[in-house]
């Protein structure tokens, strides 16, 4: 009786997490937060690893995953997946990391929210390693387990980046005297390479095609810097090359 009653308030607090984490952020692009949105606070660091606004609709993706797994955990994994128990307290921490990074980037708080977003990616990888190792051939497991963790790391990892490329910019680094868009490209560069070895070594799909989204959205913000353009391009190639490899092994195993 005991067990299943903190089953139910682990649900509900899996629920409020979910909903208060998609609240808090609809508010800071309502209201907004602290009267600036997140867009115009973005726009005011003179950085180039930054997509064009569009892109940052994946969010809203994100919002319906997490949705979907609160639902998998609640109705679909409660009893049948035990393993999803030891995701509980880590959700509940991204979420609580999810919201306070909100905050502290509405009102200015940019070096604290590296750590914050350090720290929500080390969360995430987390839960990552989990479900990879108890993953199965389920579409349902795929469905409201691995896809919701998939998008949003890979998200989370592009973020973390910019995260920090801002953090720099308001220290003033001189990075090591690379210009702007060079650095730019090396960071792209380094996304791409993480989106490669998700797709080749976890045979993570999902986690390559958010990385492909944002460079997309990078070029397409930055069309006069040649330099960010072709590495884009480049990197979006090999990654889409790495997602056909794996396409094909996988229709051959299957086969």
Not at 63 to 79: E, N, R
Not at 131 to 139: A, H, I, R
């Amino acid at each position: 009786m005991n067990m299943n009653m903190n089953m139910n308030i682990k649900q509900v607090f899996v629920w409020l997490a979910t909903i208060i984490t998609i609240g808090v952020n609809a508010l800071a692009v309502i209201l907004p937060l602290n009267s600036i949105s997140t867009k115009e606070i973005s726009d005011s660091f003179d950085t180039y690893f930054v997509p064009v606004g569009y892109v940052f609709s994946i969010w809203g993706i994100i919002y319906l995953l997490l949705i979907l797994f609160a639902i998998g955990y609640t109705f679909i994994f409660s009893s049948e997946k035990k393993y999803i128990e030891n995701i509980y307290p880590l959700y509940l921490f991204s979420a609580f990391l999810n919201c306070v990074w909100i905050f502290l980037w509405h009102y200015g708080f940019f070096f604290t929210t590296v750590v914050v977003m350090v720290s929500l990616l080390v969360t995430l990888i987390l839960i990552y390693r989990i479900l990879l190792q108890n993953k199965t051939q389920s579409w349902k497991e795929t469905l409201f387990l691995h896809a919701p963790f998939s998008v949003y790391l890979g998200w989370i990892s592009v973020a973390t980046i910019a995260n920090i490329s801002d953090a720099l910019w308001l220290l003033n680094w001189s990075a090591f005297g690379i210009t702007g868009p060079i650095w730019a490209a090396i960071m792209m560069g380094i996304a791409g390479l993480l989106a490669v070895i998700m797709t080749l070594f976890k045979k993570d799909k999902l986690f390559a095609l958010v990385i492909i989204w944002a460079l997309v959205g990078i070029i397409v913000k930055f069309p006069d810097q040649m330099i960010m353009k072709y590495t884009g391009l480049s990197v979006i190639g090999v990654v889409g090359l790495a997602l056909l490899v794996e396409f094909v092994k996988s229709s051959i195993k299957k086969s």
